[in-house]
């Protein structure tokens, strides 16, 4: 049998050709449901509470991945858990998010984001659903967690300026937000974290650029941790996605947050 020569010329070829074809499988069917857990601690003290932030679930009616980010979110035993926005895209899709939702074993702390405003949904249900977690649906309010030490402030969409709630003096404070730009509107307020989504990640990064595009509303806070002078910001590049079912570089996201 004759062997086949594969010189270096043919292996580069052979590289060029396959490289954006393995990128592209990546992207379209391994990624998107690929779920990553990320664990972050913050401060220098040793930690108290540790909760679970996920954002962007954009539910289009995959009931299975669904309920695999809900599994692997109770895996990591939260003393609660912060949602930043983003439930579904349109309502069809809304009564079997809430289904699955309510299957998370801790108290779940949200608030909407932009999807959730412009398909244009009654809150009541969403409310309903996170108190009955023993969480609650933030508008522009703020929540203690039932061992009284952390304070959880919900900052809408539609709030024109810093958070009419504010800081609780002597509490861990944690301010939820959709868009991670608006950490430039919170003036001088302190929190020990603040938590936001939106952007995705970007989707699609490309090594050492970055994300192709992001929405409005995120500029240079793309993805991960931020330091700002209102303190610690993280991104979560979200559970679902949107426009187009791709990711690359950029795996959906659970984080895992102890401070």
Not at 14 to 34: F, K, Q, Y
Request: with cysteine.
């Amino acid at each position: 049998m004759k062997k086949l020569k594969i010189n270096r010329r043919r292996f580069i070829l052979a590289g060029l050709v396959l490289t954006p074809a393995l990128a592209l499988a990546d992207a379209c069917w391994v990624e998107p449901h690929w779920l990553k857990v990320r664990k972050l601690r913050l401060g220098k003290e040793p930690p108290s509470h540790r909760f679970v932030h996920f954002t962007d679930l954009h539910h289009k009616g995959d009931r299975a991945y669904g309920e695999s980010v809900v599994k692997l979110i109770n895996a990591q035993s939260p003393d609660f858990v912060c949602f930043t926005g983003d439930l579904i895209e349109e309502p069809e899709h809304l009564a079997e998010a809430l289904e699955i939702l309510a299957q998370i074993k801790a108290p779940v702390f949200g608030v909407p984001g932009n999807h959730d405003y412009w398909a244009k949904i009654p809150f009541d249900g969403i409310t309903n659903c996170f108190a009955a977690t023993g969480g609650g649906w933030l508008l522009d309010q703020s929540a203690v967690t039932h061992d009284g030490k952390v304070n959880l402030i919900g900052l809408t969409c539609k709030s024109a300026s810093q958070p009419p709630v504010p800081v609780r003096p002597g509490l861990k404070n944690i301010l939820l937000m959709h868009y991670p730009a608006w950490v430039k509107k919170l003036g001088l307020q302190q929190f020990d974290v603040m938590l936001a989504g939106h952007s995705h990640g970007g989707q699609v990064r490309i090594p050492f650029y970055g994300p192709i595009v992001t929405p409005f509303g995120v500029e240079e806070f793309d993805l991960g941790l931020f330091a700002t002078q209102n303190g610690p910001l993280y991104v979560n590049p979200g559970i679902g996605w949107f426009l187009s079912p791709l990711r690359f570089r950029c795996r959906p996201e659970i984080t895992v947050i102890e401070i």
